[in-house]
């Protein structure tokens, strides 16, 4: 006979009200704008907003842009390590690694501090990168990109493991394949479940992102969430909801993908 | 080498072409975007502040910045705090996060539970900065939800009796809400990879589940255990957005004294700042190294 898990549970029910209570608390507080009645008007209020629709417009923008340089660079660079050069794999690992040696606040002052005056290469002579929308945006993405790196590259890692990638590739070049159309018509299509994990986590990151956005004085959602809840109480509870509720799809999606091959291990905008 | 010999399988091409073209290693080429990419936007960044740091106004070596760390009484504190706080939430959500991966996977609970626990731990690991910080007022600030059930229920405002979430226990518990979540979900596969026959042979040999777990289990997980503490050490230490979203830069932890210092030299010697962020990398490196090494010690018995 089996005894009723006692302990178990009682852990069980603390986790749960530790992770329930101030959603609920958030819940709650959201829904209480109009007085006396629990009503929507928060959510509304917040997701009409210009300010709002602007600066989640251009987070999203920025994961975007995130995902795609994030793939074109690690992609291949995986891909090669693995068919043709693994005796470089322990340097691209320490590499990937790195980002979480160097937390968010202390890249975005590297990239401040380097970028932030005219950048002499040889003859070359780069303007300060932050004095122009364009120019901040680029060291936006490419701070995003490094933030995002570590599980990018351990997604796609994973997924190339689970392939017989030398066997493709010599099966396609026999074919008469090319290296764009190998690439493109065999290994990105079998990595198709790490990437789009890859690309959720990225996305759900970038949408959260604070630090960097904040100190490159970007119009993003976090800042403007941020700000909004300096003069604002109902709203920004709101906001927070909708946040979670987009987390909670990401991470729902991603363990539908890999059909929980893969266990996501956050911790990039903390 | 290995490596040389399969380039030529794949492509004989190659090995016909003329000597001096073949000694250029193309094969390099492709990690080439990489680690430019990686040189531009994270060794150069770094190496700026690493310079810096050895560095005065004059742009002369010295160490005098890393003597200035020790010295002022602020900075001092700074990274005491900082210490303190991802200490106690490393060891609190250490704990915590470890009962609840026994829980779910040896513990004898339903496989539903399980499901449910991984993936809230998914999402609330990677919930943080503003909205958790905004979960966290509505529930335990001023008028927050949990506040006011104490308030009425117990007739206790927790406030008077010395809580405040814009305080050392307030940011702790918020930080925890990330911290063991992360415990859970790297615990869980470790739990998991305690074989069954162990548990059947220390049984057979007469020993009681406390002796199983105490000369058995905790030994073979010991190395996870302390190698993810550490890792969520590391994780509270680097953490600004939530801090800075709770209190507003009020307390003084190493990654809001940075934001300052990038925000206007609030130290009054930009060489100085450097030191700060190096101190603050080289307490992360330590950090993931001793994670690294221990999970690859576990890995030995689990896997």
Known sequence: ?270 | MSEALDTKRLNPALVRKKSFIRRIPWAWLGVLPFFLFTFAFLIVPSSTLFIGSFQNAEGEFTLENFLQITQRPNIVQAYWLSIRISAATAIGGGIFGFLLAYAITVGGLPRWVRNILTTFSGVASNFAGVPLAFAFISTLGRTGFVTAIFRTLFDVNIYQHGFNLYSFLGLSLTYMYFQFPLMVLIMTPALDGLKREWREASENLGASTLQYWRYVALPILLPSLLGTMILLFGNAFGAYATAFALTGGLLNLVTIMIGAQIRGDVLHNPNLGYALALGMVIVMAISISGYTWLQRRSEKWLR
């Open chain 1, 1 to 270: 006979m089996k005894r009723f898990p006692f302990w178990s549970w009682l852990w069980f029910v603390m986790g749960a009200l530790y992770f329930l209570l101030p959603l609920y608390g958030t819940l709650d507080f959201s829904l209480r704008m109009q007085r006396g009645t629990l009503s929507l008007m928060a959510y509304e209020s917040a997701l009409s907003d210009p300010q709002f629709i602007r600066s989640f417009s251009f987070s999203t923008q920025m994961a975007v842009y995130t995902i795609i340089i994030g793939f074109l660079l690690i992609v291949p660079t995986a891909y090669w390590v693995h068919l043709r050069l693994p005796r470089l794999r322990p340097v691209i690992e320490f590499v990937t690694l790195l980002p979480f040696v160097i937390p968010a606040i202390v890249l975005v002052f590297g990239l401040i501090r380097t970028f932030g005056r005219p950048l002499t290469i040889g003859a070359l002579t780069i303007p300060p990168l932050t004095n122009t929308v364009m120019g901040s945006n680029f060291l936006l993405i490419a701070g995003y990109v490094v933030l995002a790196m570590p599980y990018l590259y351990r997604a796609v890692d994973n997924g190339l493991r689970a392939m017989d990638v030398r066997t493709l590739t010599e099966a396609a070049l026999s074919l008469g394949a090319s290296w764009p159309t190998i690439l493109a018509r065999v290994i990105f299509p079998n990595l198709r479940s790490a990437l789009l994990s890859g690309a959720l986590l990225t996305f759900a990151i970038v949408i959260g992102e604070l630090t960097i956005a904040n100190f490159l004085a970007r119009p993003a959602f976090a800042p403007y969430l941020a700000v909004l809840s300096n003069s604002r109480a109902y709203e920004p509870a709101a906001l927070s909801i909708v946040s979670f509720a987009l987390t909670w799809a990401a991470m729902v999606l991603i363990d539908l993908v890999t059909r929980g091959r893969q266990s996501v291990l956050g911790g990039a905008g903390h």
